[in-house]
């Protein structure tokens, strides 16, 4: 997968989650300040992306998850590895 199609999956989820135009999601969006999520909104995207990318997420990684652009980070970090 490369980088583009993690960011483009991650936006989607994000944009359905946060209802937010998918158009307006950058890596520089931060998940909690710029979409107001509140820590169930967290814990819940961090599960979809665990679910869409097959992967477990450590809480202590998924702290350091905040603004799009780690997500992303993230998932390239540890897909396949």
């Known amino acids: 997968m490369t980088e583009a199609e993690a ?3 991650i936006t989607g989820l994000i944009a359905d989650r946060f209802d937010v135009e998918k158009e307006a999601i950058t890596k ?3 998940i909690k300040d710029d979409l107001s999520a509140d820590s169930i909104d967290l814990v819940e995207f961090v599960l979809e992306l665990e679910d869409t990318f097959d992967d477990e ?6 702290e350091k998850i905040v603004t799009v652009g780690d997500a992303v980070d993230y ?3 540890h897909q396949a590895a």
């Open 57 to 62: 997420i450590p809480d202590e990684d998924a």
């Open 75 to 77: 998932v390239m970090a």
């Open 7 to 9: 960011f483009d999956k």
């Open 28 to 30: 520089q969006t931060k």
